[in-house]
């Protein structure tokens, strides 16, 4: 028998399988849990299927799937990278789950990795279901799928900035409140569901300066409209993503 065949190897994995497992823990968990699925699915679902069946809001002309698709899929990447990825963090801190991870092998920014991947995997799953259900109510989209990619990026970016912020700063039970409240404001006041054309000058002024009302809207511009790269839209999305991860990295409690 050769020496050292079955000498155990003790030590972590690589980092690259540490990620790609705890990834596909968040995810399964994610897609488990009742409260989750209703936020990030139903909620979006029921939307689109209710306000494009009837005719509640005036959007503006034109079929209203046009106008509520692309304000679903903004929401529906809120409700994932911000009010679900908020809570649910928000509470592991709470009862030392990020604390216990944070001393296993995977490093801490390696945990953060492993959480955006699975937003970003609901995400591809949110997005394809509700495109289906828009193009089944006959939702004609237009535009650069490139430009509207980059708009989801930037918007998940963004959202999950403010996210970890309000998570690692707050106390869970705050976090709930706060994030569900957020949610509810940013889907009547961003142009979601509710054309910001609606509001007076001034709150429109500062509604528009919203990355929900810039996800929203650039989404908008490209899917319904068929405009260029909406660089305003980009730009307003990029610093909402630059102050929240950054502030989210100087300020974010484990414990």
């Excluded at 994995?13 to 699925?37: D, F, H, K, V, Y």
Aim: hydrophobic share 55%.
């Amino acid at each position: 028998m050769t020496t050292g065949t079955f000498t155990p190897r003790p030590g972590a994995a690589p980092l690259s399988r540490m990620i790609r497992a705890q990834a596909a823990l968040e995810t399964r968990m994610l897609l488990r849990n009742g409260e989750q699925l209703l936020l990030t699915v139903v909620i979006p679902t029921l939307l689109l299927v209710l306000f494009s069946a009837v005719d509640i809001v005036d959007t503006g002309g034109g079929k209203a799937v046009d106008f509520l698709a692309p304000g679903v899929l903004a929401l529906a990447v809120m409700s994932t990278a911000f009010t679900g990825q908020a809570i649910a963090t928000g509470f592991e801190r709470r009862y030392g789950v990020l604390k216990r991870l944070g001393a296993s092998p995977l490093p801490r920014w390696g945990l953060m990795t492993a959480k955006t991947c699975s937003v970003l995997v609901t995400e591809v799953l949110q997005i394809a279901l509700l495109t289906a259900i828009a193009f089944a109510l006959g939702w004609s989209p237009h535009g650069n799928p490139l430009s509207a990619a980059l708009l989801l990026l930037l918007g998940t970016a963004a959202f999950s900035g403010l996210g970890l912020l309000m998570a690692g700063t707050l106390k869970a039970e705050a976090t709930l409140a706060a994030a569900n409240l957020v949610f509810l404001l940013l889907l009547v006041g961003g142009g979601v569901i509710v054309p910001l054309e609606k509001f007076p000058d001034a709150a429109r002024a500062v509604l528009e300066l919203l990355p929900i009302s810039a996800l929203s809207g650039g989404l908008r511009d490209v899917l319904r409209d068929g405009a260029g790269v909406p660089w305003a839209d980009l730009g307003i999305l990029a610093a909402w993503a630059a102050a929240g991860l950054g502030a989210a990295g100087r300020f974010f409690r484990w414990e």
